[in-house]
């Protein structure tokens, strides 16, 4: 893929990556994965005086629903997981992920994907998609595997050792 151009040519992502369920992530527990990802999109929200966000990937939707309660907001997860937002959040709008080009995401004064990437087999359709938010501001986020896995040598050269992941990043 274009967006993989400057990874190591050796680096083999995960084929068939498992499903992570972030629904029991959504009390207090939510609010320790990303916490420094959310607290930046909540400044940069305010100082843009943004009223609307996509979170593509808002897994529990705690941060997204309690973070910018005050703005409409607009998650984006798969199933099984956005079937439980549509229940346990009724009054926000929950859409399903798309990748496909056909598929057109609201538009959004910003767009958050944190930590979602690693989990995506092909980056460049992800990335395509993000850009169909034609946002005015984009956060993203991904766990760089040099700081989780300096001691690994597998993890360096993938697939990754944590099964949801196909492939991870470096800074």
């Given amino acids: 893929c274009t967006f993989c151009m400057f990874q190591n040519p050796e680096y083999k992502p995960r084929e068939q990556n498992d499903f992570y369920d972030d629904t029991p992530n959504s009390g207090e527990e939510g609010w320790k994965w990303q916490q420094q990802v959310y607290d930046y999109a909540y400044a940069v929200a305010e100082k843009i005086n ?38 346990q959040y009724p009054g926000r709008l929950w859409l399903e992920s798309n990748l496909d080009d056909s598929f057109r995401p609201p538009h959004a004064d910003m767009a958050v994907s ?24 984009y956060i993203m986020s991904t766990p760089d595997r040099n700081d989780f896995h300096s001691t690994h040598k597998m993890a360096q050269d993938g697939p990754p050792d944590y099964p949801g992941h196909v492939r991870e990043w470096t800074h």
């Fill in 50 to 87: 943004a009223r609307s966000v996509v979170d593509a990937g808002c897994g529990s939707g705690v941060k997204l629903v309690e973070g910018f309660a005050d703005m409409t907001t607009i998650g984006m997860d798969v199933q099984p997981t956005l079937g439980w937002l549509q229940e």
């Fill in 114 to 137: 944190s930590d979602v990437i690693e989990h995506i087999p092909n980056p460049d359709i992800y990335m395509r998609m993000l850009r169909r938010v034609c946002a005015y501001y």
